[in-house]
């Protein structure tokens, strides 16, 4: 169960903070994905990084700004949230993009917006 | 774009007794779907996965039935145990779309 990590597991933040959820793939995996899952959308695609580059940002708000500085590592930064915006943030991790290979998802981020 | 319908959304069943979940896809060009199973408190993890080119596919107490022509697909477990209870999602992938589009899952509880 360590094949991807995130950290931190649980963030409480205010509305005006910023803060950053990490994601780290140990699986040679070449595509990395940040989900949103909230009760009202179950796993929601959030943003897409094929070889570093982003390949998908699915109208997901300005508050969320992604960072893939390697294919190894994503990042999510979070800044002037809103309360709506708790959830639980799920990475995860594929060989490749546009193929059908399995998804590993990290543990999650319990994200709550006060 | 690709739209994935999943149902039931809640299914109970008694321990030993088969559960049946469906889900139905609206892109023709879609090629694999697969089901990811998310325990309480837990990632969700692939548990089969079937590719348009096959009909059916089995693990043990687990199979997927793909029907292309009518576009759903359906996750069966037999012989249904306690540790089966979690939620389950459907998935497709292909056609216009590179991503796995989910289901909004089924929450399946197993009673002893």
């Known amino acids: 169960e360590t094949g991807v990590t995130q950290t931190p597991r649980h963030l409480v933040m205010g509305m005006t903070n910023k803060k950053s959820l990490k994601c780290e793939q140990h699986l040679g995996h070449n595509a990395m994905y940040w989900y949103k899952q909230s009760a009202k959308k179950p796993l929601e695609l959030m943003f897409v990084y094929s070889l570093e580059e982003r390949v998908e940002n699915n109208s997901v708000p300005s508050r969320f700004s992604p960072e893939c500085p390697n294919s190894s590592h994503l990042f999510l930064h979070l800044h002037t949230l809103q309360p709506e915006d708790s959830a639980l943030y799920l990475c995860a991790s594929s060989q490749e993009f546009l193929a059908s290979y399995e998804q590993y998802f990290g543990p999650g981020t319990r994200l709550t917006v006060t | 774009g690709e739209n994935v319908e999943q149902h039931p959304s809640t299914l109970s069943v008694q321990e030993g007794d088969s559960a049946v979940i469906k889900c139905t896809y609206s892109d023709s060009a879609s090629n694999y779907f697969p089901w990811y199973k998310q325990e309480l408190g837990k990632r969700p993890q692939l548990i089969i996965d079937?590719?348009?080119?096959?009909g059916e596919k089995k693990d043990q107490r687990i199979a997927v039935t793909l029907n292309k022509t009518a576009k759903h697909f359906s996750l069966h477990i037999t012989e249904t145990q306690p540790e089966d209870s979690a939620v389950y999602f459907c998935?497709?992938?292909?056609?216009?779309?590179?991503?796995?589009?989910f289901g909004k899952g089924t929450k399946l509880s197993v009673k002893p």
């Open positions: 079937i590719r348009s080119n096959v």
């Open positions: 998935a497709a992938m292909g056609g216009s779309q590179g991503n796995l589009i």
